[in-house]
């Protein structure tokens, strides 16, 4: 069952920007935690940044300063603004919930930054 998806993803040359955006389903009541993971082709899946449900947020160092992540009132819904893409940026992001124990999955979607 799919209970965190994904859009937003794509195509875009670099220096361009993107926004993601990662909604929980009906079936998820609320979520403590909200990001975003990235993984590049041969490399290990990489924590890219998360919200609490009181805002605070964590940016890994590559992204810090293009990035910025968010949640709506709601706190079901997660944004990913990505500005000045580069290359390296490329991946799948896979967006994520927590929630005490429990841990929840999108399928990823595809960021791709080529000229």
């Known amino acids: 069952q799919v209970q965190l998806v994904e859009s937003g993803g794509g195509l875009v040359q670099p220096g361009g920007s993107l926004r993601l955006s990662c909604a929980a389903s009906?079936?998820?009541?609320?979520?403590?935690?909200m990001g975003w993971y990235r993984q590049a082709p041969g490399k290990e899946r990489e924590l890219v940044a998360r919200i609490s449900r009181f805002g605070s947020t964590n940016y890994v160092d590559s992204v810090k300063g293009r990035f910025t992540i968010s949640r709506d009132y709601t706190g079901k819904t997660a944004y990913l603004q990505m500005n000045t893409l580069k290359p390296e940026d490329t991946a799948v992001y896979y967006c994520y919930g927590s929630r005490s124990n429990i841990d929840y999955w999108g399928q990823g979607i595809q960021v791709t930054i080529s000229s």
């Open positions: 009906e079936s998820i009541f609320s979520i403590n935690i």
